[in-house]
């Protein structure tokens, strides 16, 4: 009897142990579970489906039965089609004339903030960043207006410096006239010509995300340790060298990382020329502010071949792996190693 | 445990005779055609007690971009689904839809109750049946009566040509505040008269874009005049430049600030109903310019073969109800001015009511007419992208003087390509 209950109790002892020792060994899967049955449901499949799909061909109308599998066609398709040379040179146009901006104004702009502006830095990096976090559909809808042919804020602002009194005087006279031939004398069509559709949403996109870039650099700026700066004011650095000397080549690890969010970023750029520039021609007249995304979307859902589209973004991935390559070969190893 | 058993017995019983005594059905419809498809519910509700119909209403893109979704996930299909033209011809590609012309639908004896071309829109070149029409859009031109009276031109002189509303919209554009900018135009945009330009004068077996055959008919005299007329509108600056559906567009119809717009008839019951309601009486609708006719827009009914297979019985019923019921059609004619689909109708005493809206002019016998002379145009898979490609070509020779030839050259090109992949 004695003999059998401690046997009970010591059942019951190795099995709460084993219990325990379970769930010490898997309660750690479980509590990350979560997150991977999201990621397998909604980041994983899409990724290998899109990938399957990308050799199929298949008309969604059709239900998912109308697969076909077709090899290389759709990638073919896309690499013989005029139509995704050109939605590549449009992002690439704007892509390189935004960021470039960004990038140009962004730096020197967080060097002012930083180490001049002190306290109220944060009220200005946060009014820069408003953009970036505004809904891109409200920013889109308020661009339209701005870039109104007639009454648009941006028309009126040229219209009113071109009829001002000096660049009339010039214009009037023979020898000023070439020296103003630039200024438009009449309201500029942006959205309504192909060739400022570019021009217009690369303006738009600068507005957006320059400020995302300030932030990144506010931040890398403030990590610099203040006795370099000091150090080089008693050796009488003025606040250009001490840019020029201390903050850009420091700045280099950010400079890079910034860059290469530019890069994914503005090849993926989809909702702000899809709504600026319309999708019925898609981008605009001539199709002259179509991106990668936006031809991809056309492909899927107005044309109906969810293959090529798949491709689409599979040829997408790969320019941008290329081009972070790139930047990071230029840019990168150097860069990073500086801090070093 | 035993009063949790009955609880439990009760609740599966009930929920098992509910759905025994209530079918339901679901509809989906986009907006303004949901404005009769609503009441038409309702009143099939009345009619049949235990069948209860949800209208599911979206506005008009993202209504068909849903049914896209639900076609090729096989998931959410409604049992009965609305198409409007524009996007019929996605839909004409196998599997879609149920081919009513099959049992137990057999929609092929009823043929005969409808106009010619409406029936062919909704149907394949190889004879499937995909969809029944329920509004048919005859295409007018509505008008201002006070812009014609104030340039003493009448509207029979004006639409005897194209050529004829050219010389009649040089004089009815113009300044009338003095400030140097034109605030009244001929009309909103010159892509209507195009639009208006390429459906004239179709042969049997052809479409607006593709013949039976499937050859592209984008390169002919029929695109070369549109792209030319359109051409010479934007250039004279007698078009607004306004895109239809923006609120724009609507501002110029409240403000009389065009005097022209080309439109199926279902623009009356905008107009009256939400778009212009103050211009009552100060519309007029004619013919189309140069003794054309042709069907602007229009409306379906179809059941998705993704449908639960149980409702489909019913969903044909329904279908058949705001189809074939002539009173349905003449509730849907009345609540927005959706042409009626059946033959038999034009006959009806309602069709000589006179239109308030119109200045009492008996706009439905002019309706009536224009649909006896339309010829049947095919419905052809690649229609959407031609006409994404065609105006786009339109654009560039509007805004960019591209010369027409080699825009419509490269248009059939893109067409071609793309048709090829069509299957």
């Given at each position: 009897m004695a003999s059998s209950s401690s046997m009970v109790k010591q059942e019951e002892s190795t099995f709460e142990t084993r219990l325990f020792a379970f769930q010490r060994k898997f309660a750690p899967y479980l509590f990350i579970a979560p997150f991977f049955i999201l990621f397998f449901i909604f980041g994983f499949f899409p990724l290998l489906f899109s990938m399957y799909l990308s050799f199929q061909s298949w008309n969604p109308i059709q239900g998912l039965g109308a697969m076909e599998f077709v090899g290389f066609e759709n990638y073919l398709w896309v690499f013989t089609d005029p139509d995704f040379y050109k939605s590549?040179?449009?992002?690439?146009?704007?892509?390189?004339?935004?960021?470039?901006?960004?990038?140009?104004?962004?730096?020197?702009?967080?060097?002012?903030?930083?180490?001049?502006?002190?306290?109220?830095?944060?009220?200005?990096?946060?009014?820069?960043?408003?953009?970036?976090?505004?809904?891109?559909?409200?920013?889109?809808?308020?661009?339209?207006?701005?870039?109104?042919?007639q009454y648009g804020v941006l028309n009126q602002g040229i219209l009113a410096f071109s009829n001002s009194a000096p660049i009339e005087f010039l214009r009037a006279s023979s020898w000023g006239s070439w020296l103003v031939a630039w200024v438009p004398e009449e309201p500029i069509r942006w959205l309504g010509r192909?060739?400022?559709?570019?021009?217009?949403?690369?303006?738009?996109?600068?507005?957006?995300?320059?400020?995302?870039?300030?932030?990144?650099?506010?931040a890398g700026l403030a990590t610099i340790p203040k006795e370099y700066y000091d150090a080089a004011e008693i050796d009488g650095a003025n606040a250009l060298q001490r840019f020029r000397h201390i903050s850009l080549p420091l700045l280099r690890p950010v400079i890079f990382f910034a860059i290469s969010l530019s890069i994914i970023g503005s090849m993926q750029l989809f909702d702000e020329p899809f709504i600026?520039?319309?999708?019925?021609?898609?981008?605009?007249?001539?199709?002259?502010?179509?991106?990668?995304?936006?031809?991809?979307?056309?492909?899927?859902?107005?044309?109906?071949?969810?293959?090529?589209?798949?491709?689409?973004?599979?040829?997408?991935?790969?320019?941008?792996?290329?081009?972070?390559?790139?930047?990071?070969?230029?840019?990168?190893?150097?860069?990073l190693d500086s801090r070093g | 445990?035993?009063?949790?058993?009955?609880?439990?017995?009760?609740?599966?019983?009930?929920?098992?005779?509910?759905?025994?005594?209530?079918?339901?059905?679901?509809?989906?419809?986009?907006?303004?055609?949901?404005?009769?498809?609503?009441?038409?519910?309702?009143?099939?509700?009345?009619?049949?007690?235990?069948?209860?119909?949800?209208?599911?209403?979206?506005?008009?893109?993202?209504?068909?971009?849903?049914?896209?979704?639900?076609?090729?996930?096989?998931?959410?299909?409604?049992?009965?689904?609305?198409?409007?033209?524009?996007?019929?011809?996605?839909?004409?590609?196998?599997?879609?839809?149920?081919?009513?012309?099959?049992?137990?639908?057999?929609?092929?004896?009823?043929?005969?109750?409808?106009?010619?071309?409406?029936?062919?829109q909704g149907s394949t070149p190889d004879g499937r049946i995909i969809t029944l029409p329920v509004d048919i859009a005859p295409g007018a031109m509505f008008y201002r009566h006070d812009r014609f009276e104030e340039v003493g031109v009448s509207v029979d002189d004006a639409i005897g040509s194209w050529d004829d509303l050219i010389a009649f919209g040089k004089e009815v554009t113009r300044d009338l505040d003095g400030d140097g900018n034109n605030d009244v135009f001929l009309i909103a945009d010159a892509a209507d008269v195009f639009e208006g330009m390429i459906r004239m004068g179709l042969e049997e077996g052809q479409g607006k874009y593709f013949d039976n055959e499937g050859n592209v008919l984008v390169n002919t005299e029929r695109f070369h005049e549109a792209f030319r007329v359109a051409?010479?509108?934007?250039?004279?600056?007698?078009?607004?430049?306004?895109?239809?559906?923006?609120?724009?567009?609507?501002?110029?119809?409240?403000?009389?600030?065009?005097?022209?717009?080309?439109?199926?008839?279902?623009?009356?019951?905008?107009?009256?109903?939400?778009?212009?309601?103050?211009?009552?009486?100060?519309?007029?609708?004619?013919?189309?310019?140069?003794?054309?006719?042709?069907?602007?827009?229009?409306?379906?009914?179809?059941?998705p073969v993704a449908a639960d297979d149980a409702n489909k019985e019913l969903a044909w019923d329904f279908i058949k109800f705001m189809v074939l019921n002539e009173e349905s059609q003449l509730s849907a004619f009345d609540t927005i001015e959706a042409f009626p689909s059946l033959k038999s109708l034009k006959t009806d005493a309602r069709m000589e009511e006179p239109s308030a809206f119109l200045n009492g002019q008996q706009a439905r016998l002019l309706y009536a007419d224009i649909i006896d002379n339309i010829a049947g145009t095919t419905t052809h898979p690649g229609d959407v992208i031609a006409a994404e490609i065609v105006g786009g070509a339109l654009s560039q020779v509007l805004n960019e003087d591209r010369n027409i030839a080699d825009a419509l050259i490269d248009a059939e090109r893109q067409i071609t390509r793309q048709a090829r992949r069509l299957r």
């Open positions: 590549l040179y449009n992002t690439l146009w704007i892509g390189v004339v935004s960021s470039t901006a960004q990038h140009i104004v962004a730096i020197p702009l967080a060097f002012i903030l930083v180490l001049r502006l002190k306290q109220l830095r944060h009220l200005f990096t946060a009014a820069y960043f408003v953009p970036f976090i505004t809904s891109t559909v409200a920013i889109a809808i308020v661009f339209n207006t701005f870039f109104g042919t192909a060739k400022n559709i570019k021009p217009a949403l690369a303006i738009l996109v600068f507005w957006k995300y320059f400020g995302w870039n300030t932030v990144l650099y506010s600026l520039a319309g999708s019925n021609p898609m981008g605009g007249i001539n199709n002259a502010g179509m991106t990668v995304a936006m031809y991809l979307y056309r492909e899927g859902f107005n044309y109906n071949q969810m293959g090529s589209a798949a491709a689409t973004s599979w040829i997408l991935f790969f320019v941008i792996g290329i081009m972070t390559a790139i930047q990071f070969a230029i840019n990168g190893r150097e860069g | 445990m035993k009063r949790l058993i009955a609880v439990l017995a009760i609740g599966f019983l009930s929920i098992t005779l509910s759905s025994a005594w209530a079918q339901t059905l679901t509809v989906s419809t986009f907006c303004s055609l949901c404005n009769s498809t609503r009441p038409l519910a309702e009143a099939y509700m009345e009619a049949n007690p235990g069948v209860e119909i949800i209208v599911n209403e979206l506005e008009y893109g993202d209504h068909h971009n849903n049914l896209v979704t639900a076609l090729a996930t096989g998931e959410g299909a409604p049992d009965v689904a609305a198409v409007e033209i524009g996007f019929i011809s996605k839909f004409v590609a196998d599997g879609g839809f149920e081919d009513l012309s099959q049992a137990p639908y057999n929609a092929g004896q009823y043929e005969e109750l409808f106009a010619d071309y409406a029936w062919a051409k010479e509108i934007r250039d004279a600056g007698l078009d607004a430049q306004i895109g239809a559906w923006s609120n724009e567009w609507y501002q110029a119809f409240k403000d009389g600030a065009v005097a022209v717009q080309f439109s199926g008839a279902w623009l009356e019951g905008s107009l009256r109903d939400w778009m212009a309601p103050d211009t009552a009486g100060l519309w007029g609708a004619s013919n189309l310019p140069g003794g054309a006719y042709a069907s602007w827009g229009g409306s379906f009914f179809g059941i």
